[in-house]
């Protein structure tokens, strides 16, 4: 079997295993389970045999026109190069180890059928744009892509924060996708073709006639997929869904989307400098922000949601300084081990029934109860926090060297400018990702207090799932120097000056922050109020507003429908004050943090209000103008019908004697009239 015919499979078998679970789901609940890991396994399967034959070599491609448009024709086409052979094994491996952990997680769901070919379909469509090689076989995957996660972040549909993340997801998104698709039809119309290497050609030969409108048009459907600043606010929120939906969105689809639709059009933004230093500016902006937002981050999902969106920054600010290379190695060894992380994160709800750090903080013995997913997610957040010789730190060093020769005039794809805001606040963010990886680990393993339930072992189809992802989580990294063959060859090993920048700035985050929860732990916990309360500790203190916020944040935590799903029947849940060494650190700025600093609020004063203003005054108009014009005119004819009516009394004596009377009023004006005229 060809290579092409393999890989038109990848993406065909989860499709096919999405459509006969949404059939047979119901009828034939025995087989949902292997229609939903057997397809996606296959895919997987078949996709690192797709790998292994493209080897890294000259890109394959094949083309089949699928209909003639009288213009800019549509194709249905493939693309095989070494970046989309290797993002589509990593899609089909995450995809895989979460349809098999969804079997143990979401085992009492009623609706886990629908839930898991939904997960087929979304692995699908990423797997559509991943091989395409047409712009608009690429937006059916993408669009596909938005739909499907509308759907399974509203799987708790009955509860009101399923609903409006959904909502929220979907609408972001779509505001990111009509300039998208703008951007498209202006691309295609300047190419005269939407196949990737016709459109590539063309702008080797300088044939874009609007290069940063093009560019900037496009990068607005990037940011809303990929969730960066300003059109971020959807991703955290989505933490409503199912975990393992989460760690599939984080880790393999949807916002991976976007820097891999870059990555494949890189030529078309390097014809704009000035685009590129929009993307830096967008990935400085979202990689600090979104770092700050995750120190001050109750709910662990959030914390990881927040930690998404700052990686996917360091992604987008290497090819804004254009370094693809190092955008797609970094997004091969973040989306393994932020796959292991959600789905750890999993395990710890699924033991601690809840989602609160808070209340993780105050239980004791919660390694001992999960120790697989304490080693395992142990090994990821050392990943995430770069630190060597796990993954992450070889994929953030190749952004940061790629930065670093930019910044120093080394490379001249971009302006210097971009390369130094990339540069900078990608050694600040290393420095605030090692703290926020180092609190979730302290407060989630390190609590105290009342003793963490024991619910036994948890099932094999989860705890094995997260060694088998702390297998690359650990080594990835090792394969900087093959894969870089597989890209553009330009090498992705670190760099002496960069890691010292991006190890030393994590090391000291990571200490700062375990100092400060030493002394948080250290510190007694404030009095209630009373006769023996500590002075400063009464109820407008700033210690008991802590307290405070610490216990509701548990409660509303614990409350979430995901605990009460897929938790035992009785979850401890502490309550009180927790030692949090994020708010120490971050001070005054941790309430703005903790909010995102307000953006979906100054987003309701911007836009939501005026469409809300705007929405009302048009149906003011429409029903108290317009209508009134409309009733109006049925209300004249209806009134003189009435009176018409009242005439018609079906008396001939009353016909006469009006006939009778009319004849005489006739006549005398007539005779009126006569008489006027005579005198005149």
Not at 205 to 226: E, F, M, Q, R, Y
Not at 237 to 256: C, E, Q, R
Not at 327 to 344: E, N, Q, R, T
Request: charged letters at 10%; aromatic letters at 8%.
């Amino acid at each position: 079997m060809s290579t092409t015919t393999l890989a038109v499979l990848v993406p065909l078998l989860p499709f096919l295993g999405a459509v006969a679970g949404l059939l047979f789901g119901r009828t034939a609940p025995g087989f949902v389970r292997p229609l939903a890991i057997l397809p996606t396994l296959g895919s997987a399967v078949l996709a690192v045999i797709v790998a292994v034959r493209q080897g890294g070599g000259p890109a394959i491609s094949t083309a089949t026109e699928l209909t003639p448009t009288g213009s800019v024709p549509i194709d249905l086409s493939l693309y095989l190069d070494g970046f989309a052979v290797l993002v589509a094994v990593l899609v089909g491996l995450v995809a895989t180890c979460v349809q098999l952990y969804s079997t143990a997680y979401l085992r009492e769901d009623p609706r886990y059928p629908s839930y898991a070919a939904l997960v087929s379909l979304f692995t699908s469509a990423m797997l559509l744009v991943v091989y395409s090689g047409d712009l608009m076989v690429l937006l059916v995957g993408w669009e596909v892509m938005g739909i499907c996660s509308y759907f399974l972040v509203g799987h708790y549909w009955e509860t009101e924060a399923a609903r409006s993340a959904s909502l929220k997801a979907f609408l972001v998104t779509k505001l990111g996708d009509v300039p998208f698709l703008i951007g498209l039809f202006a691309l295609a119309a300047d190419a005269g073709s939407f196949q990737i290497t016709k459109i590539l050609g063309t702008v080797a030969a300088g044939g874009l006639d609007h290069p940063t409108l093009i560019a900037l048009l496009l990068l607005a459907g990037v940011a809303g997929k990929s969730a960066q600043f300003p059109l971020h606010t959807w991703l955290p929120d989505a933490m409503a869904g199912p975990t393992p939906v989460s760690a599939l969105i984080h880790a393999a689809t949807m916002v991976a989307a976007g820097v891999y639709f870059i990555a494949r059009l890189l030529p078309v933004f390097a014809a704009s400098r000035a685009a590129l230093v929009v993307m830096a500016v967008m990935a400085a902006v979202t990689m600090v922000g979104s770092a700050l937002a995750a120190l001050a981050q109750d709910d662990i999902k959030r914390v990881l949601a927040y930690s998404t969106i700052g990686q996917l920054g360091y992604m987008t600010g290497a090819l804004a300084v254009g370094d693809r290379g190092a955008a797609i190695f970094h997004l091969l060894s973040h989306g393994v081990f932020k796959a292991l992380l959600f789905l750890g994160a999993g395990v710890i709800i699924h033991a601690a029934g809840t989602n609160s750090l808070a209340a993780m903080s105050r239980m004791d013995g919660l390694t001992k109860r999960i120790p697989d997913a304490f080693w395992t997610m142990t090994i990821a957040l050392l990943a995430l926090a770069a630190i060597p010789p796990f993954a992450g730190f070889f994929s953030k060093e190749a952004v940061l060297v790629a930065a670093e020769q930019t910044a120093t005039g080394h490379s001249d794809f971009a302006p210097s400018s971009a390369g130094w805001l990339v540069l900078v606040a990608g050694v600040l963010t290393a420095l605030l990702t090692a703290a926020y990886a180092t609190r979730l680990w302290l407060m989630a393993f390190r609590g105290r207090d009342a003793a963490a339930p024991d619910h036994g072992k948890e099932p094999v189809a989860m705890t094995g799932v997260l060694w088998l992802l702390a297998i690359p989580s650990i080594g990835f990294g090792l394969a900087a120097d093959p894969i870089a063959d597989w890209f553009d060859g330009e090498a992705l090993t670190p760099t002496l000056v960069t890691s010292v920048l991006g190890t030393g700035a994590a090391v000291v985050g990571a200490m700062l922050t375990y100092a400060l929860w030493q002394r948080a732990t250290a510190r007694p916990a404030p009095a209630t109020a009373g006769a023996g309360a500590v002075p400063g500790t009464g109820a407008g203190s700033p210690q008991a507003a802590a307290a405070s916020a610490a216990t509701a944040a548990a409660a509303s935590a614990a409350e979430t429908p995901e605990v009460a799903e897929v938790t035992h029947d009785h979850p401890a849940v502490p309550a009180g004050p927790a030692p949090d060494p994020g708010r120490a650190l971050l001070g005054p700025l941790h309430r703005h943090a903790a909010d995102g600093f307000h953006l979906d609020a100054v987003y309701d004063r911007l836009f939501v209000r005026p469409v809300r203003a705007a929405a009302s005054l048009v149906r003011f108009l429409d029903r108290e103008v317009v209508d009134t014009y409309v009733r109006g005119a049925g209300a004249g004819p209806r009134l003189l019908g009435s009176l018409v009516r009242r005439a018609q009394t079906g008396n001939v004596q009353s016909y006469l004697s009006a006939l009778l009377a009319g004849a005489v009023v006739l006549a005398i004006a007539t005779a009126v009239l006569a008489n006027v005229n005579a005198g005149s």
